[in-house]
């Protein structure tokens, strides 16, 4: 949350993961949202923390606490769930948060996807702040594989375009597996995160060469000129700019919400959080591979660890995780005091 310096070792503090879902729930409360909203914002937020995903961890209440009081945002709404079809639930998040709208659709998501087979939700109408791995893990621990996208807010530049026109367009995916946590990756399809951006530039570090240009175009390695003028590149070229463009359809396009250049903040000073929207398909592995699907995605990764693989998606999440929940989630003590402070008003 505060700026840091890379010279300036910081004091650190820690914290149980209940305790921190408790304080960011009241800080949540305090600035505006429904004790619901608070509830699922603070256990979303407080994971990423835990699991050491920090571009979207603690870093981000400032942001959504601005953006609450620009009223950008609606943080009491109630979502809206329609049953379309076999196969098909959508959301209108009300412009709230698209974490209740999963939250309020996920019941009749999985009850489809157990009897159909195969499940596709929309969310509208929503803004996503946040990491997307916890709207797709829980699908993973109850034996059904999902995939999600969402797109963001315009900061990277087409693969051969001159301009920005797409989102930081993350995509989610997790299946289980036999013997161990399920199978999750996360990724922006920018070559970095706009919050790993935010995070350098405050830390005064440089970015690796391929992030981003200037307000002229011009490869930078500097964070405030991709912030200042500037914007980000696709991964991987045309290939994770394709993706990009895939996410842009199927989070607005098919679900009804807005491109990531279609809404114009400028006048809620504070606004940070992209209103967009989000796709989740969930499929029930049984209904294709019997019961045979955790033990087959087991021995795929028997196999890439036996080729030398040291490390899976998800692998450092999972051991942050483990030392969080053993010694409390390691916390800067100046960011806590001020969390605490948020609580208290
Ligand atoms: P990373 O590049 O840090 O990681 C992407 C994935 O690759 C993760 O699953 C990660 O696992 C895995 N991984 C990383 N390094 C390795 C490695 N060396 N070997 C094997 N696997 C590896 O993520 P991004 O910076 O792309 O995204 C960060 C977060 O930002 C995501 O949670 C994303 O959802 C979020 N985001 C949200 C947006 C929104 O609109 N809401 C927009 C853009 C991004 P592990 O986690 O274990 O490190
Ligand atoms: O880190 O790119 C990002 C991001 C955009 C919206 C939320 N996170």
Same mark, same amino acid.
């Given at each position: 949350?505060?700026?840091?310096?890379? +010279?300036?070792?910081?004091?650190?503090?820690?914290?149980?993961?209940?305790?921190?879902?408790?304080?960011?729930?009241?800080?949540?409360?305090?600035?505006?949202?429904?004790?619901?909203?608070?509830?699922?914002?603070?256990?979303?937020?407080?994971?990423?923390?835990?699991?050491?995903?920090?571009?979207?961890?603690?870093?981000?209440?400032?942001?959504?606490?601005?953006? *609450?009081?620009?009223?950008?945002?609606?943080?009491?709404?109630?979502?809206?769930?329609?049953? &379309?079809?076999?196969?098909?639930?959508?959301?209108?998040?009300?412009?709230?948060?698209?974490?209740?709208?999963?939250?309020?659709?996920?019941?009749? *998501?999985?009850?489809?996807?157990?009897?159909?087979?195969?499940?596709?939700?929309?969310?509208?109408?929503?803004?996503?702040?946040?990491?997307?791995?916890?709207?797709?893990?829980?699908?993973?621990?109850?034996?059904?594989?999902?995939?999600?996208?969402?797109?963001?807010?315009?900061?990277? &530049?087409?693969?051969?375009?001159?301009?920005?026109?797409?989102?930081?367009?993350?995509?989610?995916?997790?299946?289980?597996?036999?013997?161990?946590?399920?199978?999750?990756?996360?990724?922006?399809?920018?070559?970095?995160?706009?919050?790993?951006?935010?995070?350098?530039?405050?830390?005064?570090?440089?970015?690796?060469?391929?992030?981003?240009?200037?307000?002229?175009?011009?490869?930078?390695?500097?964070?405030?000129?991709?912030?200042?003028?500037?914007?980000?590149?696709?991964?991987?070229?045309?290939?994770?700019?394709?993706?990009?463009?895939?996410?842009?359809?199927?989070?607005?396009?098919?679900?009804? /919400?807005?491109?990531?250049?279609?809404?114009?903040?400028?006048?809620?000073?504070?606004?940070?959080?992209?209103?967009?929207?989000?796709?989740?398909?969930?499929?029930?592995?049984?209904?294709?591979?019997?019961?045979?699907?955790?033990?087959?995605?087991?021995? *795929? &990764?028997?196999?890439?660890?036996?080729?030398?693989?040291?490390?899976?998606?998800?692998?450092?999440?999972?051991?942050?995780?483990?030392?969080?929940?053993? +010694? /409390?989630?390691?916390?800067?003590?100046?960011?806590?005091?001020?969390?605490?402070?948020?609580?208290?008003?």
């Amino acid at each position: 949350m505060s700026a840091q310096s890379p +010279t300036v070792a910081t004091a650190r503090a820690s914290i149980r993961f209940a305790e921190l879902v408790e304080l960011l729930q009241q800080i949540f409360v305090r600035h505006g949202t429904s004790p619901q909203v608070a509830a699922i914002l603070a256990h979303n937020c407080a994971s990423a923390e835990r699991d050491g995903a920090h571009s979207h961890g603690i870093f981000r209440i400032p942001g959504y606490l601005s953006t *609450l009081a620009s009223g950008w945002v609606n943080g009491t709404s109630v979502p809206s769930v329609t049953d &379309v079809a076999s196969g098909v639930v959508r959301v209108d998040a009300g412009n709230g948060f698209a974490q209740p709208a999963l939250a309020a659709a996920r019941p009749l *998501l999985v009850e489809k996807a157990r009897s159909a087979g195969i499940a596709l939700l929309a969310i509208h109408n929503s803004h996503h702040f946040a990491a997307l791995w916890p709207d797709v893990e829980p699908f993973a621990e109850e034996g059904l594989v999902a995939l999600s996208v969402v797109n963001s807010m315009t900061c990277v &530049v087409p693969h051969g375009a001159d301009r920005p026109l797409f989102g930081t367009n993350p995509i989610a995916f997790a299946a289980p597996r036999a013997d161990g946590a399920p199978i999750v990756f996360d990724l922006a399809t920018s070559a970095i995160a706009h919050g790993d951006v935010q995070i350098a530039a405050r830390k005064g570090e440089r970015l690796p060469v391929g992030m981003g240009v200037d307000s002229l175009g011009q490869p930078t390695q500097d964070p405030k000129a991709i912030l200042e003028g500037g914007a980000l590149l696709p991964f991987g070229g045309h290939k994770g700019s394709a993706l990009s463009m895939m996410v842009e359809l199927l989070a607005a396009a098919l679900t009804g /919400g807005n491109f990531s250049f279609e809404f114009d903040w400028t006048d809620h000073p504070g606004a940070r959080t992209p209103w967009t929207g989000q796709l989740l398909i969930v499929i029930d592995p049984s209904k294709t591979a019997g019961q045979s699907f955790a033990q087959r995605s087991q021995e *795929l &990764v028997r196999q890439m660890h036996a080729a030398g693989l040291r490390r899976l998606p998800g692998d450092r999440r999972h051991r942050t995780r483990a030392k969080s929940q053993e +010694t /409390g989630i390691e916390l800067d003590a100046q960011d806590l005091r001020e969390l605490r402070s948020l609580a208290a008003g």
